[in-house]
């Protein structure tokens, strides 16, 4: 079973910048699409970004809300999945986690962000 480790949260004024990781143990990361999901408080969680498995090119796609915004990116030597997150707004404000699309497995425990000023 995949476990997946999310990090690089935080606290972060309005328009600025984070960049989240997910690391992935066992070597079958590399044959899943993967997705960063959040989950806001009171709100159900939403996909907001996914990655194709890859060969020579991943193609990526993002919800409405974070287009143009957030980059999703992976180096599946390094098990790791990356979403970097500029322009950042209060509603962006959740917890980030990284799973499989459409499947998720077991979720990891999360990465906070909080854009305030």
């Known amino acids: 079973q995949v476990q997946l480790v999310e990090s690089g949260g935080g606290l972060v004024q309005p328009g600025g910048s984070l960049r989240l990781s997910c690391t992935a143990s066992g070597s079958i990361f590399s044959i899943y699409t993967m997705g960063w999901y959040r989950q806001a408080p009171g709100k159900a969680r939403e996909l907001v970004a996914t990655i194709t498995s890859g060969g020579r090119s991943n193609y990526a796609d993002y919800a409405d809300s974070v287009k143009g915004r957030f980059t999703i990116s992976r180096d599946n030597a390094k098990n790791t999945m990356y979403l970097q997150m500029n322009k950042l707004k209060p509603e962006d404000t959740a917890v980030y986690y990284c799973?499989?699309?459409?499947?998720?497995?077991?979720w990891g425990q999360g990465t906070q962000v909080t854009v305030a000023s």
């Open positions: 799973n499989g699309v459409p499947a998720p497995g077991s």
